[in-house]
């Protein structure tokens, strides 16, 4: 199996993003930018989950939760970060999201002042 996961779908997740940041450009808070992604998810007519808790299990029992981003089409996961970089912590975040939720693929995007970046991440 190989090739891009999700290729259609993330593209066009990405498309909605770049075109949010090319509205707002650099400087507002995360939750601003999550806003402002989710109206053009809309827009886009892609089904999303915000701010969706994520169990994790050990034994049949939770042990823990995250909250993620945007669980986009029952598929991806996205986290947006206001950075200078891309950060291990980050990344190893959402690899965790992933392995929870036993999904395929994250994008974890950051916002900075030199523009918006993202980064594909697969399980």
Same mark, same amino acid.
């Given at each position: 199996?190989?090739?891009?996961?999700?290729?259609?779908?993330?593209?066009?997740?990405?498309?909605?993003?770049?075109? %949010?940041?090319?509205? @707002? +450009?650099? +400087?507002?808070?995360?939750?601003?930018?999550?806003? !402002?992604? #989710?109206?053009? /998810?809309?827009? !886009?007519?892609?089904?999303?989950?915000?701010? /969706?808790?994520?169990? /994790?299990?050990?034994? +049949?029992?939770?042990?823990?939760?995250?909250?993620?981003?945007?669980?986009?089409?029952?598929?991806?996961?996205?986290?947006?970060?206001? #950075?200078?970089?891309?950060?291990?912590?980050?990344?190893?975040?959402? @690899?965790?999201? @992933?392995?929870?939720?036993?999904?395929?693929?994250?994008?974890?995007?950051? %916002?900075?002042?030199? +523009?918006?970046?993202?980064?594909?991440? #697969?399980?």
């Amino acid at each position: 199996m190989g090739g891009i996961i999700y290729k259609e779908l993330s593209y066009d997740v990405m498309a909605c993003a770049f075109k %949010v940041f090319k509205e @707002l +450009g650099f +400087g507002y808070r995360e939750k601003y930018y999550q806003r !402002a992604l #989710a109206e053009e /998810l809309k827009i !886009a007519k892609i089904k999303f989950a915000t701010e /969706l808790p994520i169990k /994790l299990y050990y034994g +049949g029992k939770i042990i823990g939760k995250y909250i993620v981003d945007f669980f986009i089409e029952d598929k991806i996961i996205l986290e947006i970060k206001i #950075a200078k970089d891309f950060y291990t912590k980050d990344i190893k975040q959402l @690899l965790s999201y @992933l392995k929870a939720h036993n999904l395929r693929l994250g994008i974890l995007i950051i %916002v900075t002042k030199d +523009g918006m970046k993202f980064k594909r991440i #697969a399980n």
